[in-house]
């Protein structure tokens, strides 16, 4: 059993195991078992329905597991001592929809949760709400409100917002599914700019290209198991499971 990990520079690992969810009878999650390591880009691939976007919700208890134990940089987030407030400051999520507060610009929707949440004053707040969104490539849209942005620049807002929070970890859940295509590159270049910066990240997508480019690692779910996983020249490249093949036809 790999114990748990911070890597030299405190960045966190995930450890998953065992890990079920249901929904009423719906089994949802049967028995998931993986890990990201400190620094590592995992991607996961699958149909609709596989159990993607529930997995993420258990990582940070956005869902109750039924069974199995999460670990974030080794503390067990799944267990009765968790503080869950605790456990969501140390990782980051960034939804299909952004969700942005139509009232406030895009500093203020950076700066929100830092004041509320971390209880950061006015100043810092701000000033490190203008460090993320300059990171995320909107330095000269910070007083911008939500509807004068394009669908990638309010991602790219809300990816600053987790970012302004210093998370140790990044989930990410079809990031770029609701962009037009021709937003999806911005999104996906402020995400291979995380990755290179050491970020530790889980992020769901169809995007097989990022996938390909930039994850250590991709995991394939059906089912709400983990089919396959590995290197993503192997999964992607050269599947060794019919339903991993069946699946990149349909995507590819
Ligand atoms: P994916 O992200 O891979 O498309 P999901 O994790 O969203 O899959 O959903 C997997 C299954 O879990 C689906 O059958 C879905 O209807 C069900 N499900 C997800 N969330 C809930 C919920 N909050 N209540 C009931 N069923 C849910
Ligand atoms: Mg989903």
Redesign the pocket.
């Known amino acids: 059993m790999t114990s748990l990990v911070k890597d030299a520079d405190g960045r966190a690992a995930i450890e998953i195991s065992g890990l079920y969810k249901s929904?009423g009878a719906?089994e949802?999650l049967r028995g998931v078992d993986f890990h990201v390591a400190a620094g590592e880009v995992v991607c996961v691939i699958?149909p609709?329905?596989?159990?993607?976007?529930?997995l993420l919700r258990c990582v940070n208890l956005l869902e109750e597991p039924s069974a199995g134990t999460v670990r974030v940089a080794g503390a067990d987030v799944t267990g009765p001592e968790v503080d869950i407030d605790a456990v969501r400051r140390r990782i980051g999520m960034v939804f299909q929809a952004f969700n942005l507060f139509p009232h406030l610009t895009a500093l203020g929707n950076v700066m929100i949760a830092q004041r509320k949440v971390l209880r950061r004053g006015r100043a810092e707040a701000e000033r490190v709400a203008r460090e993320n969104l300059e990171r995320v490539g909107l330095a000269d849209k910070v007083e911008a409100y939500p509807a004068q942005l394009s669908g990638g620049q309010q991602q790219r807002v809300a990816i600053a917002r987790a970012l302004a929070m210093g998370p140790e970890v990044m989930l990410f859940d079809e990031p770029t599914s609701a962009l037009d295509p021709e937003l999806v590159g911005d999104v996906l270049g402020v995400m291979r700019g995380l990755a290179e910066a050491g970020m530790t990240m889980l992020v769901?997508t169809h995007e097989m290209s990022f996938a390909r480019e930039v994850a250590d690692r991709v995991v394939f779910m059906d089912g709400g198991v983990v089919v396959e996983e590995g290197p993503p020249a192997q999964v992607i490249g050269e599947p060794a499971h019919e339903r991993t093949r069946a699946f990149l036809s349909r995507v590819l």
């Open positions: 929904f719906n949802v699958g609709s329905g596989s159990g993607k976007s529930t769901v």
